[in-house]
């Protein structure tokens, strides 16, 4: 499989006062096509420092990001960004909606800088909506919604463009209960369908599960990169196998009949 992110060598200091910090240690791994990715540390780790480096928000010090065939690392701010619009969707902690506008606009508004018409534009959001479940919500404006409702929003604008990678930094660290489960979920089934990557920051080893592959990083350096064995499974799929397993009774008899006829 061709791999979509290759990052060599980075490296990303940050001077405060005298001191210098290393929030990323000499980090490389490659990322393919379709890979549902979760960067893995506890609080400090570098992992935002990682995201940024990786989605072109931030530069680094020393290294390379390479995306598709192009090193972002050493590309202008304007070619960036378009670099960005084209090819990247962001979900962020904190939803990052414009408070003024519905969640509509807020969804509609990356397809401006693609030059389709306002028509277009709505009726492709309002779908996108639809499916995070907010078809009935689209004319709220964000305080008008919970958390959950937010970040579901926040999820519709970074998939509407069909981005080639998703990245999403600790997207559910401001939600409580069952809501990071379905946001979860919400990521992942699109990326899974339509093979897009996503690469998903967390320190929560539970989300974390969720991901084809693991990436632990403590004090800027990876300390553990692992295929996920244990793929998180929705209800339904852990009881389809439960059930695979535990035979029922009347499926244990029509297994006893089949013994008895050999
Ligand atoms: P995480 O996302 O895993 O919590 P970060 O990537 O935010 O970790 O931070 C990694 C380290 O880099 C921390 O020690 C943090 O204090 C430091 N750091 C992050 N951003 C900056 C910055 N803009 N200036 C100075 N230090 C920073
Ligand atoms: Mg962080």
Do not use: W
Not at 6 to 24: H, T
Not at 178 to 189: G, H, I, K, S, Y
Request: charged share 25%; hydrophobic share 35%; with cysteine.
């Amino acid at each position: 499989m061709a791999s979509i992110i290759k990052i060599q060598n980075l490296r990303k200091v940050y001077p405060v006062g005298k001191e210098r910090i290393v929030a990323l240690d000499n980090v490389s791994f490659e990322i393919e096509q379709g890979e549902i990715c979760c960067i893995l540390g506890t609080s400090g780790s570098g992992k935002s420092t990682l995201l940024n480096q990786l989605a072109g928000l931030e530069k680094p010090t020393k290294g390379s990001v390479v995306i598709g065939k192009t090193n972002i690392s050493t590309l202008s701010e304007n070619r960036l960004a378009k670099f960005r619009q084209k090819y990247i969707g962001f979900v962020f902690q904190s939803y990052n909606l414009l408070p003024a506008y519905t969640a509509l606009e807020n969804v509609a508004m990356p397809l401006m800088f693609r030059g389709m018409s306002k028509g277009k534009r709505n009726k492709k959001a309002a779908q996108l909506l639809k499916l995070v479940g907010l078809g009935k919500r689209i004319y709220h404006k964000p305080t008008q919604m919970s958390g959950g409702q937010q970040q579901r929003v926040g999820i519709a604008r970074a998939f509407v463009c069909k981005p080639k990678i998703i990245f999403a930094d600790e997207p559910t660290g401001n939600l409580d209960s069952q809501t990071p489960r379905d946001v979860m979920e919400l990521m992942v089934n699109p990326c899974r369908q339509y093979n897009e990557t996503l690469v998903l920051v967390t320190h929560d080893r539970d989300l974390a599960l969720y991901a084809d592959r693991i990436i632990t990083l403590q004090d800027g350096r990876i300390i553990n990169d692992e295929k996920n064995q244990s793929i998180a499974r929705t209800e339904e799929q852990i009881q389809a196998e439960q059930e695979a397993k535990e035979p029922t009774e009347e499926k244990e008899q029509e297994t006893a009949e089949q013994t008895e006829e050999s």
